[in-house]
């Protein structure tokens, strides 16, 4: 597609459930990031990608986050037994190769979780 | 660590008058900052960005200057439209630091015709 693609775009889930949130990136970008908005404040990074390894996973909260991206393109943030202090929009994010001053990041719309 | 820090808002103005929103940032070394854009109901797009000291990032009639002496990056517009009415955003990334970047907390604007 043209742009980053997430899904679901809004998931309601009860407290101590799994969910799953996909993000396909623009095609080619190697550089692949996770962040967490919650409501009135900016962006807080989460995860970042190169490839397939994670480069830098310093933000992800606690071992209840973990994202993969096995094949280089695709990633899947999980949240484990989810919690109302979860409810955030999850943004994903890519860019044509991390560490490059000039490549430009380019984010999704972002997954609105809701825990109930 | 790194960190942002943009006046609050809202910000209410009326059609054609002048924007400044006030960015500064702490960080170790020479980060790119940017400016970043979020319209109702979208995402996050880059508006502008500088690389280095001096530099002036510019897009849309918005502008930027890295002003390194002063630690900041303040966003200007000299005549605003309806249109302009969204939540701004600045950021920073810290290349020693990783490949990450770190947001203020966001400015909305709203603008009346």
């Known amino acids: 597609g043209a742009g980053v693609s997430q899904t679901p775009s809004n998931k309601v889930t009860e407290k101590g459930k799994y969910v799953e949130l996909r993000c396909d990136p623009i095609s080619g970008h190697t550089a692949l990031y996770w962040y967490r908005q919650s409501l009135g404040q900016g962006p807080e990074f989460l995860i970042y990608f190169q490839g397939t390894g994670a480069a830098d996973d310093s933000g992800l909260p606690n071992d209840r986050f973990f994202a993969v991206r096995p094949e280089g393109s695709v990633s899947t943030l999980k949240i484990q037994r989810t919690e109302r202090g979860d409810s955030a929009v999850y943004l994903c994010?890519?860019?044509?190769?991390?560490?490059?001053?000039?490549?430009?990041?380019?984010f999704g719309e972002g997954s609105w979780l809701t825990v109930v | 660590g790194d960190s942002v820090t943009q006046m609050e808002g809202p910000v209410t103005l009326s059609e054609e008058a002048f924007l400044t929103i006030n960015c500064t940032y702490t960080a170790t070394g020479y980060p790119s900052l940017f400016w970043y854009v979020q319209y109702p109901g979208e995402g996050l797009q880059l508006l502008l960005k500088?690389?280095?000291?001096?530099d002036k990032g510019s897009n849309k009639g918005f502008e930027a200057t890295y002003r390194k002496e002063t630690t900041s990056f303040h966003l200007e517009k000299g005549s605003v439209q309806v249109s302009d009415s969204a939540v701004y955003f600045c950021a920073l990334m810290n290349w020693a630091a990783g490949n990450k970047l770190t947001f203020g907390g966001g400015t909305r604007v709203l603008v009346k015709p």
């Open positions: 500088a690389t280095k000291a001096d």
């Open positions: 994010a890519s860019s044509l190769e991390g560490g490059i001053s000039g490549n430009t990041i380019y």
